[in-house]
């Protein structure tokens, strides 16, 4: 009897502890790590840029776009677009046209352009009267409403030799600039952040031209991307390493350099360089203040003395990698299963081993695809990539809700990172940095993970 009523004792317990088959049955969340590449990427605004001339006389040919794409994992082309026949009239129908046909080629091609005017290459500052100026402004605001999802950015350009605010006969000639310059080259900005649609960014110059005509404090961040002036105002550097000034771009580097590395943060900074000036033009120093101001993009055709000798010094290939923004997938945790109309929890984390990071809009997307039928459903992500700062690992979690048309099935994921303004083209979409993610044909990138909808 005792060894009858200790074995109904041992089976009472064994029932207590054991699971119950319903809980049993609940998968665990499952952790996915991907590898990083360190593959050359032709993610679009970023990188290196081609300019190989005027954009108002040499037409863009598609397949030379297409193939700095293709080949030389290169997505930005220069449009320096002169206006010298029309210092003291309007611009011609012929050359807007022109202008349209250029951003059209560069559209067709998945690129997007650097985007300057300018009246004159000669150094005697032939340029426009301020208020012929504004009024060609009006003239090109249709065209770049038209298209801004090709304008990378824009230059402010317009005022001196090459757009680039020295020499000028209307505006201040050889940094000679009095309070009435300053005031017309102002109106001049201005005019440009009003014509310019507000989710692009103007770029000066020089530091100090901003600072003078806007604020000596660099953007704050609960004002970034916010579409304030200084938001908006960007620099470019078009002699980087080329003096200890960088040939007159900057005053006081004490000052401006931590100002610029403050401002650069949350508005864009590119150029190209101009004069080879040994050891400040080498390796170390490039990479230190390339990284340092968050340059997004610099000019692969100039000058060739430097990027040869960034070649001969090694660095060349890292900063093709960095220019710009790079996010690299570490982890992404998922569960197995879901509920119809229910929530979806995920943690992703990315980081940005770039200089800088995205300044336009961008959206960030989770992508359920099923795969008996290929159908897609897209989840916006809480997240703005914008955001997603250079040397730093983002994190991006919460508890997406399924689409009320997401019906009982498997579904891969894959996170999408699309241009706003053009959704349905790929080559458009960011591109992360790492092994058997990406899928060039859709623009989405692989998470690598397949949850059951019940």
């Given amino acids: 009897m005792k060894r009858v009523i200790a074995l109904l004792a041992f089976l009472c317990a064994a029932v207590l502890v054991a699971p119950s088959a319903s809980a049993a049955a609940v998968p665990r969340d499952t952790t996915v790590t991907y590898a990083p590449s360190t593959d050359d990427i032709a993610n679009p605004e970023r990188g290196f840029y081609h300019h190989t001339g005027d954009c108002d006389k040499n037409d863009f040919s598609l397949a030379t776009l297409q193939s700095y794409r293709t080949n030389q994992h290169i997505s930005l082309v220069m449009c320096i677009f002169y206006l010298?026949?029309?210092?003291?009239?309007?611009?011609?129908?012929?050359?807007?046209d022109q202008l349209q046909q250029q951003f059209d080629t560069v559209r067709a091609a998945g690129l997007k352009t650097v985007l300057r005017f300018a009246y004159t290459t000669s150094t005697d500052g032939d340029d426009a009267a301020p208020e012929q100026v504004l009024a060609h402004l009006d003239q090109l605001a249709p065209y770049l409403r038209a298209n801004e999802d090709v304008i990378y950015l824009m230059q402010a350009g317009f005022i001196g030799a090459w757009g680039e605010w020295y020499y000028s006969q209307h505006f201040g000639n050889e940094g000679v600039i009095s309070a009435t310059d300053w005031a017309n080259r102002k109106a001049?900005?201005?005019?440009?952040?009003?014509?310019?649609?507000?989710?692009?960014?103007?770029?000066?110059?020089?530091?100090?031209?901003?600072?003078?005509?806007?604020?000596?404090?660099?953007?704050?961040?609960?004002?970034?991307?916010?579409?304030?002036?200084?938001?908006?105002?960007?620099?470019?550097?078009?002699?980087?390493l080329a003096s200890p000034d960088?040939?007159?771009?900057?005053?006081?580097?004490?000052?401006?350099?931590?100002?610029?590395?403050?401002?650069?943060?949350?508005?864009?900074?590119?150029?190209?360089?101009?004069?080879?000036?040994?050891?400040?033009?080498?390796?170390?120093?490039?990479?230190?203040?390339?990284?340092?101001?968050?340059?997004?993009?610099?000019?692969?055709?100039?000058?060739?003395?430097?990027?040869?000798?960034?070649?001969?010094?090694?660095?060349?290939?890292?900063?093709?990698?960095?220019?710009?923004?790079?996010?690299t997938l570490g982890t992404g945790t998922y569960p197995a299963t879901a509920k119809r109309h229910g929530q979806l929890p995920i943690t992703i984390t990315?980081?940005?081993?770039?200089?800088?990071?995205?300044?336009?809009?961008?959206?960030?997307?989770?992508?359920?695809?099923?795969?008996?039928?290929?159908?897609?459903?897209?989840?916006?992500?809480?997240?703005?990539?914008?955001?997603?700062?250079?040397?730093?690992?983002?994190?991006?979690?919460?508890?997406?809700?399924l689409p009320a048309s997401v019906r009982a099935g498997h579904y891969a994921l894959l996170l999408d990172l699309p241009d706003p303004e053009l959704p349905d083209r790929p080559e458009y979409s960011i591109r992360l940095a790492n092994q058997d993610t990406w899928e060039p044909a859709t623009g989405l990138n692989n998470l690598h993970h397949t949850i059951t909808v019940r």
Avoid at 376 to 395: F, M, S
């Fill in 84 to 96: 010298s026949d029309f210092k003291t009239a309007p611009i011609s129908q012929a050359a807007l």
């Fill in 188 to 240: 001049v900005v201005d005019k440009i952040l009003q014509v310019l649609p507000s989710t692009r960014m103007v770029q000066l110059r020089t530091p100090a031209f901003k600072r003078t005509m806007y604020s000596t404090d660099p953007v704050p961040p609960g004002q970034a991307f916010k579409g304030s002036a200084r938001a908006r105002l960007g620099h470019h550097n078009d002699c980087f």
């Fill in 246 to 327: 960088d040939y007159g771009t900057y005053v006081d580097a004490a000052v401006e350099y931590p100002y610029l590395g403050a401002d650069t943060q949350y508005v864009v900074m590119g150029g190209e360089t101009c004069n080879p000036n040994p050891p400040r033009s080498d390796c170390p120093t490039a990479k230190d203040e390339l990284s340092r101001f968050h340059w997004s993009y610099l000019n692969t055709d100039y000058h060739s003395g430097v990027l040869n000798g960034w070649n001969t010094g090694g660095c060349l290939p890292e900063i093709t990698r960095s220019l710009g923004y790079r996010f």
């Fill in 350 to 401: 990315v980081k940005n081993d770039g200089y800088a990071s995205p300044v336009n809009p961008r959206k960030a997307e989770l992508v359920l695809r099923d795969t008996a039928t290929s159908a897609v459903y897209r989840v916006p992500l809480n997240t703005d990539p914008r955001k997603w700062q250079p040397g730093t690992t983002t994190t991006v979690t919460g508890k997406v809700k």
